[in-house]
């Protein structure tokens, strides 16, 4: 069965109960749990659908948001809506400083790291530059795919001091764990985010599209005597963050 017929009405609305987003909303599921419309596959466009069941634009745009809320169907700008993989969808602060292993673990979602460099270099003119070190100063650099449920999140590329992380290898889960049993936690940051659309390394490795919307985040950390101690530029799915700022109203 197409879902073009799955969807005609003649099949279920008439005997369904409850307002006509809900009714489209349990269909539009049903659709998905019974195998008709598998992960990523793409779901009609909102014209289409309102076309083929006699419905509103409003009722189906209000059945498709509730279904994008609950992460069932992810709507990706400029391709429409499609099937969740089953990608977690993460709502993060940006007035907390926490590790990525710590907000997952908040979240009730298991983390992982697949390393992709670690260890300590020379390090680039930006580092030198971020990182404020001296001529002959080597750099201790991370870099991983952060995954949460074993979905790929985010990739993390952090640079640091290496007095501040003589041995990488000490890093296995959480970096600001170690860094916290040195004394040497970074206390705040400042953070810088683009939009930008993921080129093909990085999007193979996030499991998403080569030119998929993605944030690329420039966070410089500091501890209590203003010492900088990291300097990580991260790439995330945009399809699996939000970030929320709360802002107060200034007395002037």
Do not use: C
Request: glycine residues 6%; aromatic residues 6%.
């Amino acid at each position: 069965m197409s879902i073009e017929d799955f969807l005609n009405p003649e099949s279920w609305m008439e005997n369904a109960q409850g307002p006509r987003y809900v009714q489209l909303r349990r269909r539009l599921e049903d659709s998905i749990q019974s195998g008709l419309l598998k992960a990523n596959a793409p779901l009609p466009a909102e014209r289409e659908i309102a076309t083929l069941t006699g419905l509103s634009r409003v009722t189906v745009r209000r059945a498709m948001q509730d279904l994008v809320d609950r992460g069932i169907i992810v709507q990706r700008q400029g391709s429409g809506s499609f099937v969740s993989d089953g990608t977690p969808k993460v709502e993060q602060s940006l007035s907390r400083l926490t590790s990525f292993t710590e907000d997952m673990a908040r979240r009730g979602l298991s983390s992982r790291a697949e390393w992709l460099t670690r260890g300590l270099f020379t390090p680039s003119p930006d580092e030198v530059i971020a990182l404020a070190l001296s001529s002959g100063e080597q750099v201790a650099r991370l870099s991983r795919l952060r995954t949460a449920n074993d979905k790929p999140m985010a990739i993390e590329r952090a640079s640091l001091p290496a007095d501040i992380l003589p041995n990488p290898d000490l890093v296995e889960k959480s970096l600001y764990e170690v860094l916290d049993k040195d004394g040497n936690r970074p206390e705040r940051a400042i953070q810088k985010i683009s939009a930008i659309n993921l080129e093909q390394d990085d999007a193979e490795l996030l499991s998403v599209p080569i030119g998929a919307a993605g944030l690329r985040i420039e966070r410089t950390s500091y501890l209590a005597n203003r010492r900088v101690v990291e300097f990580t530029r991260s790439i995330y799915r945009g399809d699996a963050y939000d970030f929320v700022a709360e802002l107060q109203l200034a007395h002037t």
